[in-house]
C-alpha cells in the first residue's frame, strides 16, 4: 500500500539533497574562480620581485632549494630563471620535464599526470618563470567548498527530522478525521465536523457526511420498517391464534395433532414478532443511561418464576444452584431481557430431562450471573457468530428465532454489561455469562 | 353475562365472538367509535373488551368519555399497541386490565373472569387462577369449582403463594407467613405442609423450584 506520509517524505528529502548538490558545485565553481584569481596574483607579485633581483644583478641569483612537500603540500612556488635561448639557469626545485614557455604570462601544463599552473616573464637578460602545483590548488578549492557545503550536510539530517514533524503535523487531522470514523455505528452515525479540517480535505468531509446522511436514513428506514412490520403482524397473527383455539373444540384425533403443530407455529412467529419489536426497540434507543441499585435475588428469583413454565413443558429441571451477589448498578430492565433471552435459549437448546443452573456471584467489583445448560454447546468456529441476527446453528432444528442473543448483546452494549458464552466439557454444555457494574 | 366487543378487525372480532359464545357468554360486537359509544350507552354489558385503534375515534376518548359518564362497567382493552407508556395510559384512562395482541382464549377469558369478580366485590373473597381459587371469606380451596376446606397452616401458606400466581417463594418467605414471631419454628414444616396438600389435590397444584422454593401454575400455563 503506498503510504502518502512516505511518498511526501521521500519526495522531500530527494528534492533536499539535490538541493545540496547544486549548492556544493555552485559554491565550488565560485571558490575554483576565485582561488585562481587569487593564487594567479600571488604569483605574479612574486615574479615581479624576482625580476627586480635579476635585473640589479649580472649575473643570475642563487635561488633557495624548495623540497616536495613544500611544493606539493602547502604551494610553495617552483621559480626557474632560463637564458634567453632557452637554456635552464638555476630552479628552486627540479621539474625536469618543465619547459619554458615560449610566451610571457600564465599558462596551464601537464606534465607525467601532474599539471602546473605557470607565470613566464622576460627579466633583464633572462626570462623567469614560477610555478605552481596546479593539484595544491585544486585540494584548496575542494576543501573549501566542502567547507562551505559541510554545513548544509550537517543540516541534512536535522531538516530530515523536521519535515517528518512538519509531515507528521500535516496529516494530524486526517488521523482524527479516521478517529472519528471509527468511533461511529449504526447507532451514533453522525456528521463528522469541518471545522479544524485542512481546506483541501473539507470536499471529503462534505461528501463523507452526505454518505453519513443517506447511511443514517437508510438505517432508519429499516428500522422503522421492522418495528412496523412486526406491529402490523400482531392483529392477523391474534386473529390466527384465537381461530385455531376456536378450532381446537371441533376436532379430534389426527386434527388435534395437526393443530398442535399449527399452534406451535404461530407460537414461534408471536415470539418472532415480539423479538423484532424487542430488538427495533433497542436499535432505535440511545446510550442507556446509568441504570440503578438492583436487588439481583430478587431479579434472578422473577425470571425464572417467568421462565419456570417452559422449562415444565419442556422437561428441564430449571434451578438455582448460588445466589452470591446481592446487589448491582444495571438497568433492570435490560438485564431481564438479557438473562431472560439467556434462559430461555438455555432451556430450548437443551433436550429434555436437561439440566439449566443459574449461580450469581461477585467478581472483581462485578457482579456475574451464569446460567450454564447441558445443552450440545456450541461449536467453537460459531460462538462469535451466535450473536449475529438471524444466525441459527446448522442443527439447531426449528426452535429458536436467532435474534435472542442479538438482542441480548445490543442491551448489554447499551447499558454496559457484558455478555460472553463459554463452552464447558464437563458435563458437557453451555455457559451464559453477564457481568454486570457493581457501581 | 353479556359481554360487548368493540373491535374494528374483522378476523379478531368473528373468532372473539364464536369464542365467547362458546364460553357461554351472550356477545355484542360493534366495529367503529360511534357504535360504540352508543352501545357503551345501554349499560347492559358485564364487560366491555375495547380495541383502541378504532375507526371514527380513539379507544381511548371513548374509555375517557365513558368513565366521564359515570359509567363503571369493567373494561379490558384489548390492542397491539404495547409499552409501559400505552399500558399506563390505558389503565390511568380508567381500564381496569390492558392485554397485549396476541393473546390466546385462555388468557383473556381468565381476564374477563378476574374483572367481574373484582368488580362484583368478590377482589377481596376470591384470590388465584381460572383453575383454582382461594376464598378468603371460607377458608375454602375452590378447584374448578368444587370446594374443599383447609387447615389453619395450609390455608395460610396457599394464601402466600396464590397472591400472585407464578411467583416464587423461598422457605423463609413461606415460613414467615405460617407462624407467627412467638411461635418457633421446626424444620421441615414447610415441606410437611405441602407434601398434605399434594396428597390430597394432586402433585401439580404446588410446584418445586430447584434452589429458589416453590410456585402455583398460572392461568397460562
Not at chain 1, 548538490?21 to 600571488?42: C, E, H, K, P, W
Not at chain 1, 575542494?142 to 548544509?152: H, M, N, Q, Y
Not at chain 1, 539530517?157 to 500535516?170: A, D, E, I, K, R
Not at chain 1, 447511511?215 to 418495528?227: I, M, S, Y
Request: proline share 4%.
Amino acid at each position: 500500500m503506498r503510504s502518502l506520509r512516505r511518498q511526501l517524505f521521500a519526495w522531500l528529502l530527494a528534492l533536499y539533497l539535490a538541493a545540496a548538490a547544486i549548492a556544493m558545485l555552485v559554491s565550488y565553481r565560485q571558490y575554483a574562480t576565485s582561488i585562481n584569481a587569487f593564487m594567479d596574483g600571488q604569483m605574479h607579485g612574486a615574479a615581479l620581485g624576482y625580476v627586480q633581483q635579476i635585473a640589479a644583478a649580472a649575473k643570475p641569483p642563487s635561488l633557495k632549494p624548495s623540497d616536495t612537500e613544500k611544493i606539493q603540500h602547502r604551494g610553495s612556488l617552483v621559480v626557474q630563471i632560463w637564458s634567453s635561448r632557452g637554456q635552464l639557469l638555476a630552479t628552486s626545485y627540479p621539474i625536469p620535464a618543465l619547459a619554458l614557455s615560449a610566451q610571457a604570462g600564465f599558462h596551464t601544463v601537464k606534465i607525467d599526470g601532474a599539471s602546473w599552473r605557470t607565470y613566464t616573464v622576460p627579466a633583464a637578460r633572462f626570462r623567469l618563470q614560477v610555478a605552481q602545483s596546479a593539484n595544491f590548488r585544486q585540494r584548496v578549492i575542494l576543501d573549501s567548498a566542502w567547507k562551505s557545503v559541510a554545513s548544509i550536510a550537517v543540516l541534512i539530517p536535522l531538516s530530515g527530522l523536521l519535515l517528518w514533524l512538519v509531515v507528521h503535523l500535516t496529516l494530524r487531522p486526517v488521523e482524527r478525521l479516521v478517529q472519528s470514523i471509527a468511533g461511529q455505528d449504526e447507532r451514533t452515525l453522525a456528521e463528522l465536523p469541518v471545522t479544524r479540517v485542512p481546506q483541501e480535505l473539507v470536499p471529503l468531509v462534505e461528501s463523507m457526511n452526505g454518505l453519513i446522511a443517506r447511511l443514517r436514513g437508510a438505517f432508519d428506514t429499516q428500522r422503522h420498517f421492522v418495528q412496523d412490520a412486526a406491529h402490523e403482524l400482531r392483529t392477523p397473527l391474534a386473529a390466527c391464534i384465537l381461530q385455531a383455539g376456536i378450532l381446537r373444540q371441533n376436532l379430534d384425533g389426527e386434527g388435534i395433532e395437526a393443530l398442535d403443530r399449527l399452534q406451535g407455529g404461530l407460537h414461534r412467529m408471536r415470539r418472532l414478532v415480539e423479538q423484532l419489536l424487542r430488538l427495533a426497540h433497542e436499535d432505535a434507543e440511545g446510550p442507556g443511561g446509568d441504570g440503578a441499585s438492583i436487588d439481583l435475588r430478587a431479579l434472578i428469583r422473577d425470571a425464572v418464576a417467568d421462565l419456570m413454565p417452559l422449562a415444565e413443558q419442556r422437561g428441564i429441571d430449571l434451578g438455582i444452584t448460588s445466589l452470591e451477589a446481592g446487589e448491582a448498578h444495571a438497568d433492570a430492565h435490560g438485564l431481564r431481557t438479557i438473562l431472560d433471552n439467556l434462559i430461555d435459549n438455555a432451556i430450548r437448546y437443551t433436550a429434555s430431562g436437561g439440566q439449566v443452573d443459574i449461580a450469581s456471584r461477585e467478581e472483581g467489583g462485578q457482579a456475574v450471573i451464569e446460567v450454564s445448560d447441558t445443552g450440545p454447546g456450541i461449536p467453537s468456529d460459531a460462538l462469535s457468530r451466535v450473536f449475529d441476527r438471524f444466525y441459527r446453528l446448522p442443527d439447531s432444528g426449528s426452535e429458536g428465532s436467532g435474534i435472542g442473543l442479538a438482542i441480548a448483546r445490543a442491551v448489554a452494549r447499551r447499558n454496559r454489561m457484558e455478555v460472553a458464552l463459554i463452552n464447558r466439557k464437563e458435563p458437557r454444555g453451555l455457559i451464559a455469562r453477564i457481568a454486570i457494574p457493581k457501581h | 353475562m353479556r359481554i360487548l366487543l368493540i373491535e374494528d378487525d374483522e378476523m379478531i372480532g368473528a373468532a372473539l365472538m364464536e369464542a365467547m359464545k362458546r364460553a357461554g357468554y351472550v356477545a355484542d360486537w360493534v366495529r367503529d367509535a360511534t357504535a360504540g359509544t352508543a352501545a357503551m350507552a345501554d349499560r347492559v354489558h358485564t364487560a366491555i373488551l375495547l380495541d383502541l385503534g378504532l375507526p371514527r375515534g380513539s379507544g381511548i376518548e371513548l374509555l375517557c368519555s365513558a368513565r366521564a359518564n359515570g359509567n363503571t362497567t369493567p373494561i379490558l382493552i384489548i390492542t397491539a399497541k404495547d409499552g409501559v407508556a400505552a399500558r399506563v395510559e390505558g389503565l390511568d384512562a380508567g381500564a381496569d386490565d390492558y392485554l397485549t395482541k396476541p393473546f390466546e382464549w385462555r388468557e383473556l377469558d381468565a381476564r374477563i373472569r378476574a374483572v367481574i369478580r373484582r368488580r362484583d366485590g368478590h377482589a377481596q373473597s376470591l384470590i388465584g387462577t381460572g383453575e383454582l381459587q382461594l376464598d378468603l371469606a371460607t377458608r375454602e380451596l375452590v378447584r374448578q369449582g368444587v370446594r374443599a376446606s383447609l387447615s389453619a397452616r395450609e390455608f395460610a401458606l396457599l394464601h402466600a403463594l396464590m397472591e400472585r400466581p407464578g411467583s416464587i417463594l423461598s422457605r423463609e418467605q413461606l415460613e414467615d407467613r405460617i407462624y407467627s414471631w412467638r411461635e418457633t419454628v421446626s424444620s421441615n414444616v414447610v415441606e410437611v405442609i405441602i407434601h398434605g396438600l399434594r396428597k390430597r389435590f394432586g402433585d401439580g397444584i404446588i410446584r418445586n423450584v430447584r434452589g429458589l422454593g416453590w410456585r402455583v401454575p398460572r392461568d397460562d400455563e
